[in-house]
């Protein structure tokens, strides 16, 4: 039986080296040439992930297929929200009790479109997410009065456990009775999100990310 647990999971690195030197200072029981390293030059987004950013080793994330986050909406929210051309998406960052922080979807970094729903499923807001310059989604993080300030011209945020929350800004944004062109309702929806077996490790209501 698991006893312990992490509150924040630990961020991984991913790097690429030649195989035949890492073997060659494994015989000779060196450790790998600092040059190497050097060329590795591997830095924090402001998305809690990190990135090898000497190479395109991720590019082919973003080439390969589209990633899209899709997010649930209180109701009242929605309303408040539905005739503005853009809007703040929140949701939870670290846990006021518990000093815990919800994990974020390792491929959030690459979504640039945004699909929001609420608990009826049967009206669906879209939209662009504002990105970084490095082309890549926007992600701040607010302390919960920093956030009310945020929304105050159009909404008043309801009183929850969070310290801190994620904030992406959503831009171009329509109104549609379908998810998404080629996705006609929540079901269909729902089984691309379940196909992403990253999402399911997720807190249920942090955004999932599909893959089209």
Same mark, same amino acid.
């Given at each position: ?110 979504? =640039? ?5 609420? %608990? *009826? #499923? ?9 990105? @970084? $310059? ?34 992406? =800004? ?5 109104? %549609? *009775? #379908? ?9 269909? @929806? $729902? ?22």
């Amino acid at each position: 039986m698991q006893k312990n647990t992490f509150n924040e999971l630990p961020t991984l690195q991913v790097i690429k080296l030649n195989p035949n030197s890492v073997w060659e200072s494994y015989l000779k029981n060196q450790p790998i040439n600092p040059e190497i390293w050097d060329s590795i030059k591997t830095t924090p987004t402001k998305n809690y992930l990190y990135h090898n950013e000497s190479d395109n080793s991720f590019s082919f994330i973003q080439d390969y297929q589209k990633h899209i986050i899709v997010g649930f909406l209180r109701q009242d929210y929605f309303n408040a929200i539905k005739d503005q051309k853009e809007f703040y998406f929140y949701f939870y960052a670290t846990n006021l009790e518990q000093n815990f922080r919800f994990p974020l979807h390792p491929y959030i970094d690459f979504c =640039k479109e945004f699909i929001g729903f609420t %608990s *009826d #499923k049967n009206q669906f807001l879209r939209g662009k997410l504002e990105l @970084l $310059s490095c082309d890549r989604c926007r992600i701040d993080e607010f302390e919960k009065l920093q956030l009310e300030e945020l929304l105050k011209p159009i909404y008043t945020k309801s009183n929850s456990n969070a310290a801190t929350y994620y904030v992406l =800004k959503v831009k171009n944004v329509t109104i %549609s *009775d #379908k998810p998404y062109d080629g996705i006609n309702n929540f079901n269909e @929806l $729902s089984k691309l999100i379940n196909k992403n077996g990253l999402n399911q490790v997720l807190y249920k209501y942090s955004p999932k990310v599909i893959d089209i």
